[in-house]
């Protein structure tokens, strides 16, 4: 952890993972092993996956009762994973990373997020859209994550998800 990465291990026993943090989260994990006296980070940090789950259920309960929605009963803690990969996808048409992110071995248990992330992208969103006229600042645009839609009067129209 002294160079802001550690090895995560996945659920179901695959590969093991290097995540870099932000300096901001490795901060955060520093002073969490310093107030919990962790020795080495062999040990297993947070809790196991049963108390995850109960953690999960009992936020899960608060909001309930904080918004009155019976639609956030129906959340599960995996939903959250499949919006994060949809997410992710859908930001940024990459698969390969999509299935880095969520420790896939094999590419098809990856597409399945495809699918669900083409169904979304119809539904109208929150965009952020901007103009070009040179082929300099098309360059600009799409370095900085704007998707080409088409060309209009000599102008090219971009949009991205805010």
Same mark, same amino acid.
Do not use: W
């Given at each position: 952890?002294? %160079?802001?990465?550690? %090895?995560?291990?996945?659920?179901?026993?695959?590969? =093991?993972?290097?995540? =870099? *943090?932000?300096? =901001?989260?490795?901060?955060? *994990?520093?002073?969490?092993?310093?107030?919990k006296k962790i020795e080495t980070l062999d040990k297993r940090l947070f809790g196991s996956s049963s108390k995850l789950k109960e953690n999960w259920r009992k936020y899960r309960g608060r909001a309930y009762e904080k918004f009155h929605d019976a639609e956030l009963l129906k959340i599960r803690l995996y939903d959250l994973r499949h919006w994060f990969a949809t997410m992710t996808y859908i930001k940024t048409r990459d698969i390969f990373h999509v299935k880095y992110l969520l420790g896939h071995r094999r590419l098809e248990n990856t597409l399945i997020y495809i699918h669900l992330a083409e169904s979304l992208v119809g539904v109208p969103g929150d965009y952020v859209c901007a103009t070009a006229k040179t082929v300099d600042e098309a360059a600009k645009l799409i370095e900085q994550g704007f998707d080409f839609i088409c060309d209009l009067d000599g102008v090219k129209l971009f949009r991205k998800r805010k």
């Open positions: 952890m002294e %160079n802001g990465r550690i %090895n995560v291990p996945t659920s179901k026993f695959g590969a =093991q993972r290097t995540v =870099q *943090l932000t300096k =901001q989260c490795a901060d955060i *994990l520093r002073d969490y092993v310093h107030r």
